[in-house]
């Protein structure tokens, strides 16, 4: 299995916009590796089955609900990481969004 070849195990890692797609993907695929993840979504709903999920793979999940668009929320899901593991070793910025530029 390709997992077997990219072992991480015990890494923190971050993963924000985790709560579906190509975030929740990286949070479990990162948790087959061995990794433990902090995962971020505005939804706490979606976070949770993602969790579980992680969890079934004897990895820590821990969810951040918050809305990466607020900067103390960054803050805070910093925070978290290095409150719940000491550390973040690794950070998947999977957040999209846009701004609008004044012309």
């Known amino acids: 299995m390709i997992t077997d070849r ?10 924000t916009g985790s709560g579906r797609g190509i975030g929740a993907a990286s949070a479990i695929a990162l948790a ?4 433990h993840v ?4 505005r939804t ?8 579980h999920v992680v969890e079934g793979l004897d990895r820590r999940a821990v969810s951040v609900a918050c809305d990466l668009s607020d900067l103390s929320a960054i803050a805070e899901l910093a925070a978290v990481a290095r ?3 000491g550390r973040v070793d690794i950070v998947v ?5 846009a701004v ?3 012309s």
């Open 44 to 51: 706490a709903s979606d976070l949770d089955e993602v969790a």
């Open 32 to 35: 087959e590796c061995g990794a």
């Open 100 to 102: 609008r530029c004044r």
């Open 83 to 85: 409150r719940e593991f």
């Open 38 to 41: 902090v995962i971020a979504s």
């Open 6 to 15: 990219f072992r991480i195990d015990d890494q923190v890692t971050i993963i």
């Open 93 to 97: 910025n999977n957040v999209g969004g």
